[in-house]
């Protein structure tokens, strides 16, 4: 009988993204292949958020591509549903226009304001983008029409929380690597406007995942089931996270989307009657690096398959099946070793298969069903650089002297946790 799979893969109703540095690219489009994976999403009957710090009118753009089920905006202070508003928080009266007048006082520089009536800032400047178009000039002077929330350029921190401060019915927050403070009305935040969106929807947190990169994605990730922080997010949402996923340069929404939900990977314990299968994989997965290497002394695509069963066989050694969509398309064995570690050996992935985040899925399971290991080391290709990307962007650290193989490659070892740099090793 066939072992059952191995699976993280979650049950989801809902997904939920935030646009800037998640699901847009640095240059402010919309991969194809992440469209892609947000309608087949839609086609599964799955509930598409868009939580977005912008306002209204600044996501418009998007919105109009995306066609989201609701949308949470202006970092959380309002939530739709369809048309419906069903989440709506502005400042106590008099509150932003405190908040502008006393960053105006300061010197702040911009000073932005987010209100139903439109975009309100202080410059008599260009918006540095067309979504920004509709801004409205004013200095503050005038009362603001019911706000969401400000934003202010003000690069001293401690001026920011004095200012805040003065203030108790606001929450502070900032944006990583730039000057801009947020001031947000008290218990605001993306995860309090996406949890009235859920409700309206009749989706429960758990059965949502959701994706950020920012200081204000923190809450909305550690409020649901599936929280997945970018490859680009900073560490405190990171920390927050359930998952992280690849940057958004690298399509890390539709990645995450690929492989764990829409055509999941999984990993079943191999049996006596998979070698032959695995031995076909195995060859598969490392044709390729041994035409460019001619490693044949180490490339597991050269062993014979009287030599590949004799490792399957040994003492200690757990061979898995790597399946994506319930189809076969790599393997690996796990090899118990001294100490309470062990080692990843011959981690394959069929050519056809590759660079869609099956090995890193797989990798994450396996380590999950060996809840008892100290530790876990490997070695690769130093030359293959997207290898050694993925295994470090997994928590794996280069250890002792780089192994000359031939000319042309170099072996490395890396290793996760059980203690000092090389300790456990065989």
Not at 186 to 215: P, Q, R
Not at 284 to 307: G, H, I, T, W
Not at 330 to 336: F, K, P, S
């Amino acid at each position: 009988m066939t072992a059952p799979a191995v699976t993280g893969a979650p049950a989801l109703r809902a997904v939920a993204v935030d646009l800037d540095d998640t699901l847009l690219r640095g240059d402010k489009s919309i991969a194809p292949r992440t469209l892609a994976a947000w309608e087949r999403c839609r086609a599964r009957g799955v509930a598409l958020i868009v939580a977005t710090a912008r306002a209204e009118k600044p996501a418009a753009p998007f919105l109009a591509v995306l066609r989201p089920d609701a949308v949470v905006s202006n970092s959380g202070a309002l939530a739709r549903v369809g048309a419906r508003t069903v989440f709506s928080r502005t400042f106590a009266p008099g509150t932003a226009d405190g908040i502008a007048r006393a960053c105006a006082a300061a010197d702040c520089g911009i000073v932005t304001a987010e209100t139903e009536d439109g975009y309100f800032w202080n410059s008599h400047g260009a918006p540095t983008s067309a979504e920004y178009g509709h801004a409205i000039y004013t200095d503050f002077q005038r009362p603001l029409p019911p706000c969401f929330k400000l934003t202010a350029e003000i690069a001293d921190a401690a001026l920011a929380e004095s200012i805040a401060a003065r203030f108790p019915d606001c929450t502070l927050t900032e944006y990583y690597g730039q000057s801009w403070k947020r001031f947000s009305p008290a218990g605001v935040d993306k995860g309090a406007g996406l949890s009235a969106a859920l409700a309206a929807l009749g989706i429960a947190a758990a059965e949502t995942a959701a994706f950020g990169d920012d200081y204000s994605d923190e809450r909305m990730l550690a409020s649901v089931g599936w929280g997945i922080a970018m490859g680009n997010a900073v560490a405190e949402v990171k920390a927050a996270a359930r998952e992280t996923t690849d940057d958004n340069g690298h399509d890390g929404v539709a990645r995450w989307l690929e492989t764990r939900f829409l055509d999941p990977v999984t990993v079943r314990p191999a049996g006596p009657g998979d070698a032959a299968l695995l031995y076909e994989l195995q060859r598969r997965a490392f044709l390729p690096l041994l035409e460019k290497y001619r490693d044949e002394q180490v490339n597991p695509a050269a062993e014979s398959y009287e030599m590949f069963c004799a490792k399957l066989a040994r003492t200690g050694t757990d061979p898995y099946v790597i399946l994506r969509s319930g189809l076969p398309v790599g393997g690996v064995r796990i090899l118990h070793r001294a100490g309470g570690m062990h080692k990843v050996s011959a981690l394959g992935i069929a050519p056809d298969c590759q660079n869609a985040g099956a090995a890193q899925t797989a990798l994450r399971l396996i380590e999950a069903l060996h809840p008892d290991a100290r530790g876990w080391m490997l070695d690769t290709i130093a030359e293959e650089k997207g290898n050694c990307h993925l295994y470090e962007k997994l928590g794996y650290v280069r250890v002792g002297a780089p192994r000359r193989i031939n000319e042309r490659l170099t072996l490395v070892d890396y290793q996760k946790g059980g203690g000092p740099a090389g300790e456990g090793r065989p």
